[in-house]
């Protein structure tokens, strides 16, 4: 196995001028270095592309330390121990971790989680049984809180973190209203997810549709777009509704998103909650375990977009920024 020793890398070279290229990205191959004592090996056969890398490409004030240059570019990755000096992991484990846009992760054990692949697909533990889930876990049962018989909305309601939402909001017993874009979408989020209605934001009437779709107003929704979806949600918003806010998608290359009527919140007396899934992590094992065991048995369905190679990824994940991904956008490495 003489091409083992070579691991092909994607680096972040450049930072973005407003929206972000594929000539931000280089591919480099690099040599592996022998495993040293304690570390363990890892032949990477999933890699997660997720929005909030665009906000990591930037050099601004964050949550997080932005992306540094000539470095490998950050992502989730799932994968199966190839070697492995480490007493806590054998060859043949498969494992999730954060060896970011490459081939092959070498580390010291740590933040890496074995999983079971025997009734949850590999891929999976990088979407509903990953962060996407947790993501979605979180911001509907400790921000938005549902109780049976309210409305929820959620925005992106086909990706990875809508498509949970949507399903654990009409498991509480809600009534659940996703916003998406295009027929096909809305379709799937309708007769495959069960939600009980879908709005499609690239139509013209989205306050219509929004108010068709959700008679009684909404009480809880899930914001991962922002812009002028938000504006039309917050219009429909009854008082005291709860909005957990994850991600403002249509903002990501630097335009302003001025809200057009922020007087809502004062009216309708909401509360607007900003999170970050990681800053939670004594929520995961319970989060993993339920949405293990409901992929397990069938009950949470999830959809994937798979870009084929490590080359493709960067084209992959502009198409993700664009909204030309059909679930969790995946790249496929093996």
Known sequence: MADAQINRQILLVSRPQGEASVSNFKLVETPLAPLAEGEVRVRNHYLSLDPYMRGRMDDAKSYAAPQPLNEVMIGGTVGVVTESRNAAFKAGDSVVGMF????????????????????????AYLGAVGMPGVTAWYGLNRIIEPKAGETVAVSAASGAVGSVVGQLAKAA????????????KCRYVVDTLGFDACVDYKASKLHDDLKVAAPNGIDGYFENVGGEVLDAVLA?????????????ISGYDGAPLPLKAPRFLLTQRLKLQGFIVSEHMEVWPQALKELGERVASKKLHFRESIAEGLDNAPEAFLGLLRGKNFGKQLVKLV
């Open 236 to 248: 429909r918003m009854n008082a005291f509704g709860r909005i957990a806010l994850c991600g403002m």
């Open 100 to 123: 970011g846009w490459q081939e092959y992760g070498t580390s010291d054990g740590r933040g890496l989680n074995k999983v079971d692949a025997s009734h949850v697909p590999l891929s």
């Open 173 to 184: 017993g809600c009534r659940v209203v996703g916003i998406a874009g295009g027929a096909e």
